[in-house]
């Protein structure tokens, strides 16, 4: 009779798979297996086979960052949020680089693409909510797509220790700053905004 799936092996393989992926491993059945502390079968049992287990570490990857950005509580000031959402991206990159950067292979397909862009849609969603107060005049999803592009690619240079971690804290709220200002918002109001949010 098969084991019934066990919620700690399942992300100790989710986790594994991910750091050897970017560690450039070779990802085989036995080898994740071993590092996971479990079996072979573990893997069939849990994602019914390797393609399975691809898919499913974006997946947590994803689920883990929606997660980690529903964690931010809505103020009455949209582009403080903004900041916050930031903040909260960015620690959920450095502290789980390599799932992070697992989320972004895109050799596996997504399970649930819907829920996957569940992060995403929160940053759109407090976009449209400083466009309806007022702190600006663009148009939010461009907005939005903006500011996870450039905070990606921040944290990217982080996680890869091209910069050091100091750096994020450094950059990253000029950057927001710059994209919310350039959308219409008052720049020295939207410096005060963003300070606050990604202080937290």
Request: charged share 20%; aromatic share 4%.
């Amino acid at each position: 009779m098969p084991r019934p799936p066990d919620p700690a092996v399942r992300t100790a393989l989710v986790e594994q798979a991910a750091a050897m992926l970017v560690a450039r491993e070779p990802v085989t059945l036995r080898a994740l297996a071993t590092r996971a502390g479990t079996s072979t079968m573990a893997v069939y049992t849990h994602f019914d086979g390797i393609a399975g287990l691809w898919a499913a570490v974006r997946q947590e990857g994803f689920g883990r960052l929606a997660a980690r950005l529903a964690d931010v509580a809505p103020t009455d000031d949209p582009v403080r949020d903004l900041a916050a959402l930031g903040a909260a991206y960015a620690a959920h990159a450095l502290t789980h680089p390599a799932l992070y950067r697992a989320m972004f292979d895109a050799a596996a397909d997504l399970p649930d693409p819907e829920a996957a862009g569940a992060a995403f849609t929160v940053l759109v969603d407090t976009a449209a909510r400083a466009r309806d107060a007022g702190r600006i005049d663009a148009d939010p999803l461009a907005v939005a797509t903006r500011q996870w592009a450039a905070g990606h690619g921040l944290i990217l240079l982080v996680i890869s220790d091209v910069l050091p971690r100091a750096a994020l804290a450094e950059h990253a709220p000029p950057i927001i700053t710059a994209i919310v200002a350039a959308a219409g918002d008052d720049p020295a109001r939207c410096a005060a905004s963003v300070r606050a949010g990604w202080s937290g």
